[in-house]
């Protein structure tokens, strides 16, 4: 593929990430209101506040899939390593390597918590709550390995140079 059209796909990436990027930041924003959980907060949650959980980590796991499915590959691409057929693991120890990620094993962590909840989050008010606030305190390594990457793309390829505001 050429460098051009990987630019433009990785823009289209970019901007879906900014946006998940976004509402998870608004979310949180409403969170702090309740937050730490635990299974006595958690089973008084209003449903608007339960709703607000909700967005948080659905936008969570849209933007750790966006990342890990598209913007990790496609940086690889641009710097022109050779991924191809590679597990997702290589893939992630090599972003560690190239310092695009601050932690390979932190990034799996956060795909368990987000694998648990899905599993848990309802039923088991103890065992949501914790995952609840462990995702909360994580996603600001998400939102920053996020960064990182938009803004190392952006001084090597000159990507987003132009800044949109995120639809709503």
Same mark, same amino acid.
């Given at each position: 593929m050429n460098s051009r059209v990987l630019i433009e796909k990785a823009e289209r990436v970019l901007k879906e990430c900014d946006k998940h990027a976004y509402r998870i930041e608004k979310a949180k924003a409403k969170m702090q209101?309740?937050?730490p959980l635990d299974s006595k907060k958690?089973? @008084? !949650?209003?449903?608007?506040?339960?709703?607000?959980?909700?967005? /948080? $980590? /659905? @936008?969570f796991g849209k933007l750790q899939d966006a990342m890990g499915q *598209? &913007?990790?590959?496609?940086?690889?691409? !641009? $710097?022109?390593?050779?991924?191809?057929? *590679?597990?997702?693991i290589d893939i992630l120890?090599?972003?560690? *390597?190239? +310092?695009?990620?601050?932690?390979?094993? &932190?990034?799996?962590? $956060?795909?368990?918590?987000r694998n648990e909840i899905?599993? +848990?989050?309802?039923?088991?008010?103890?065992?949501?709550s914790q995952m609840i606030n462990? &995702?909360?305190?994580?996603?600001? /390594? !998400?939102?920053?390995?996020?960064?990182h990457i938009k803004n190392f793309l952006k001084e090597k390829f000159n990507l987003c140079?132009?800044?949109?505001?995120?639809? *709503?």
């Amino acid at each position: 593929m050429n460098s051009r059209v990987l630019i433009e796909k990785a823009e289209r990436v970019l901007k879906e990430c900014d946006k998940h990027a976004y509402r998870i930041e608004k979310a949180k924003a409403k969170m702090q209101a309740f937050m730490p959980l635990d299974s006595k907060k958690y089973a @008084r !949650l209003s449903d608007d506040e339960i709703g607000i959980i909700d967005q /948080f $980590l /659905f @936008r969570f796991g849209k933007l750790q899939d966006a990342m890990g499915q *598209k &913007l990790f590959r496609i940086t690889l691409e !641009l $710097l022109e390593e050779n991924i191809e057929g *590679k597990p997702f693991i290589d893939i992630l120890n090599l972003m560690e *390597k190239l +310092n695009l990620i601050a932690s390979a094993d &932190l990034w799996k962590e $956060l795909r368990e918590y987000r694998n648990e909840i899905a599993h +848990n989050y309802e039923d088991n008010p103890a065992i949501g709550s914790q995952m609840i606030n462990a &995702l909360y305190e994580k996603s600001d /390594f !998400l939102i920053s390995t996020y960064s990182h990457i938009k803004n190392f793309l952006k001084e090597k390829f000159n990507l987003c140079e132009e800044e949109e505001t995120i639809d *709503k």
